[in-house]
């Protein structure tokens, strides 16, 4: 442990050939700095990746640093570099995406490409969502080249197109079928976690280690078609509407996995006496109901966490206001538990509709299904210790994501993917929130981020 504070705070003394070489992070902080910014700056909404790529291979280059682009599409291409170890131990891959969700300028008090320096933060689209992340594998590639840190595994820096929006399959998709060679590790860390500062410090730091998968369906429901004067028992609106009544309020079995458990276990211990005891209660099949109607009410984030959930999201029927139209449907955006038996759900979810004339059409899935990262690996040891050091007092918790990302793809084909994110307070994870109106990142968050990564990928990728 002494080892690592002094890695991270002070020295970097991660091998006898580069005892010498510090990383002081008070003189580094300018070019984190800019080079965030710099990133901030380019607008990569979808279609535009490739101008991170140009950035990004510049900088590496500079230092020495080979990158290979590959572009399914010219403007929406993906760089990837990579380090080269003895390879006594299998690579480790520092990903993030490049693409942006778009901005609704008239919103945002400053130029959403500007990357503003305004009250202690850094203002634009992607300050968050996903520069942060792209910033730090940036600044830990530049340092172990820099430092000539002598490696045990390969460090591979992808930075990946189209993760927001993506139909036409350039970015993950693309990578893992046409090039995973050049992606393929042991672990993998991205978005996907976060840490909360609450008062002056940094009170909790998850490390995402699954994710739901959406799983979304259409129901459907059949009538007669006919005249808005005469009432019909068959009516596809009234069957359709009594479905989604149903499957709306259907209390889904509440189901635990290693990560949601330990998850709950740690938050209990962090929080107020009230809010515990109902964590704790999930665990005793006596309470467990109870518990789970507290957080339907009060925290809806932390019930879906428990179980599969469905949510109705969409309706559609309907011609004119004299007409009984012979279909109706509606779209329910459903999302599995890692594990899901999806077709013994959908035939519960049958049961519970009770209606013949209410089919269950599945959508088509665009993320394939993956199992959670595991809790026992080196890497998330490692995550969870530097955590520790960088955020002193902070509780370390794995976390499962109810949205998807591209991690799905990686732990799909067998990768221990762990997610990171820099710290924000609540309030301001409320009201700047990536893909939100206007999205804001604290200054004074990112430089503890970029140690962060840096302590990680030094600690699980370093010789010993
Ligand atoms: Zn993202």
């Known amino acids: 442990m002494s080892r690592l504070l002094v890695l991270l705070i002070a020295v970097a003394c991660v091998h006898p050939l580069a005892a010498q070489k510090t990383v002081n992070w008070e003189t580094l902080k300018p070019e984190i700095l800019n080079d965030y910014r710099g990133l901030v700056q380019l607008d990569t909404t979808s279609g535009h990746e490739t101008r991170a790529v140009d950035f990004l291979r510049k900088l590496l280059e500079g230092e020495g640093i080979p990158t290979e682009t590959f572009a399914l599409e010219p403007d929406r291409g993906n760089l990837v570099a990579r380090l080269k170890g003895s390879g006594s131990k299998r690579p480790l891959l520092i990903l993030a995406h490049t693409d942006v969700v778009g901005v609704l300028r008239e919103k945002w008090p400053v130029d959403p490409f500007s990357a503003a320096m305004k009250d202690g933060y850094i203002w634009g689209r992607g300050s968050k969502d996903d520069k942060p992340v792209l910033t730090a594998n940036l600044i830990a590639m530049l340092l172990l080249k820099r430092l000539g840190v002598q490696l045990d595994r390969d460090v591979i820096f992808l930075a990946e197109s189209g993760e927001e929006a993506d139909p036409a399959g350039v970015g993950i998709n693309y990578m893992v079928r046409e090039h995973f060679d050049k992606i393929d590790a042991e672990f993998a860390m991205t978005e996907g976690g976060g840490a909360t500062i609450n008062g002056a410090r940094v009170e909790m730091v998850n490390i995402g280690t699954a994710e739901k998968l959406p799983a979304r369906v ?16 068959d009516n596809a609106l009234i069957h359709l509407s009594a479905a989604v009544e149903k499957v709306g309020r259907w209390e889904t079995p509440m189901r635990l996995n290693d990560t949601t458990r330990t998850y709950f276990e740690k938050l209990a211990g962090i929080s107020s006496p009230e809010k515990a005891a109902q964590y704790k209660a999930l665990f005793n099949s006596k309470t467990a109901a109870s518990a789970q109607q507290y957080l ?3 925290d809806p984030s932390l019930y879906s966490m428990l179980r599969t959930s469905v949510v109705p999201t969409m309706l559609k029927a309907g011609v004119g206001p004299n007409v009984i139209p012979s279909e109706a449907e509606a779209t329910l955006d459903v999302r599995a538990l890692p594990g ?8 519960e979810m049958a049961k519970v509709i009770g209606d013949p004339a209410v089919k269950i059409v599945p959508i088509p899935q665009t993320r394939p299904p993956s199992p959670a990262s595991r809790l026992d690996t080196d890497m998330y040891r490692v995550m969870e210790q530097v955590a520790k050091a960088v955020y002193p007092g902070a509780a370390v918790l794995p976390s499962m994501s109810t949205g998807a990302s ?7 084909k067998g990768i221990q993917s762990y997610g990171v994110g820099p710290a924000s307070t609540g309030e301001d994870a409320l009201n700047y929130p990536a893909h939100g109106d206007v999205e804001r990142l604290a200054e004074s968050s990112l430089y503890p981020f970029v140690q962060y990564v840096w302590g990680v990928v030094t600690e699980i990728a370093a010789q010993k």
């Open 218 to 233: 259409r129901l459907v429901a059949s009538g007669t078609a006919g005249h808005g004067s005469v009432p019909r028992m």
């Open 406 to 412: 591209d991690q799905a793809q990686l732990r799909a």
């Open 296 to 298: 339907r009410e009060n």
């Open 340 to 347: 899901e038996d999806l077709p013994k759900f959908f035939a």
